[in-house]
């Protein structure tokens, strides 16, 4: 039988390997044959992982601690972990969300992620319409921000401008920012090995973090009535899919795809067939409101 995945014997890291998504994706790998380095801030209970190692990607030195036990040379690595901002602030949910994966990706990955590698991260449909000029003009200084430091002191001054974010906002400019900053890697990781960087958007899925999002919606009774066409909502192992297909040997001429896994709700609303309310700024929304 042909591996048309080609995982067997390949070294994979997940984020987020505990839960949800990450979780799924971590049994998934492991079945197709990876070597799979499982990390998360709970420790990750997968059978049969390579490793499992606990970290906190909002802290810096933990990325740090976690990747030297992480071999040099990496196939594919998967950026699944995320924190909803519901019960989180401004800067954490941007940190761990946003500034950990561009820290890893430019610390440890640009060296070590192989000739023909792969780096897929889960972002949300909440981060879609980044590639809208004002909202993209909102993006553009944190993901020119080259350090940990200089993207925390950037949160922090835009924080400041409006006394205080909430974290639920802090989400949705952490997706957005991780979706216009995988376009921009495309070029520079192709020029570099030819390595592919794409992005998961799941719709509402049901997760660890599903109480919170309900919870930020207005309660179960608000997420039930917006399904979409699919009338149900997505299960973890169903963004783990496509997180594998992605990642894998089959996805070799993907790279910059933003691939909305929502049973065909962004379509409905870019074709104008169901409310698109996504194109607004942060700062349009910020000044407009007082703020909690
Ligand atoms: N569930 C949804 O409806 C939904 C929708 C769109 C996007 N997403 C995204 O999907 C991704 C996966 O989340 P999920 O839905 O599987 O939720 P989940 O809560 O089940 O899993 C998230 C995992 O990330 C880990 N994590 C959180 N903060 C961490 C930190 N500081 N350091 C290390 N690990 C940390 C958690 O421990 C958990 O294992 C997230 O990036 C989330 O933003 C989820």
């Given at each position: 039988m042909n591996d048309y995945f080609g995982y067997t014997g390949k070294t994979v890291v997940v984020t987020g390997?505990?839960?949800g998504m990450g979780k799924a994706l971590t049994e998934i790998l492991v079945d197709l044959g990876a070597h799979v380095y499982a990390l998360d801030r709970v420790e990750p209970r997968v059978p049969s992982v390579t490793k499992s190692i606990l970290a906190n990607l909002g802290s810096k030195d933990s990325i740090d601690a976690a990747f030297a036990q992480i071999?040099?040379?990496?196939d594919a690595f998967f950026g699944v972990a995320g924190i909803s901002g519901v019960h989180n602030s401004f800067l954490e949910t941007l940190t761990v969300n946003f500034i950990a994966n561009k820290y890893i990706t430019d610390t440890y990955l640009v060296d070590r992620i192989a000739h023909g590698g792969s780096l897929v991260f889960v972002t949300s449909n909440g981060g879609l319409r980044w590639e809208t000029p004002s909202v993209r003009e909102e993006l553009e200084p944190f993901t020119r921000g080259d350090s940990w430091n200089v993207l925390v002191q950037l949160a922090r001054e835009f924080e400041a401008e409006f006394g205080s974010v909430p974290g639920s906002l802090g989400y949705i400019l952490s997706k957005r920012l991780l979706n216009f900053w995988i376009a921009e890697q495309v070029a520079p990781l192709s020029d570099l090995r030819k390595i592919r960087i794409n992005a998961v958007l799941p719709a509402m899925?049901?997760?660890?973090?599903l109480p919170e999002f309900a919870e930020m919606k207005g309660g179960q009774d608000a997420v039930e009535s917006d399904l979409?066409?699919?009338g149900r909502l997505a299960e973890s192992v169903e963004m783990a899919k496509v997180l594998a297909f992605l990642g894998s040997d089959l996805a070799s001429y993907m790279s910059g795809t933003h691939l909305s896994v929502d049973f065909g709700m962004n379509a409905l609303q870019i074709a104008g067939l169901a409310p698109d309310r996504l194109g607004w700024t942060l700062r349009g929304v910020l000044s407009r409101q007082p703020t909690a």
């Open positions: 390997a505990a839960s071999p040099l040379q990496v899925t049901i997760s660890g973090m979409g066409p699919a």
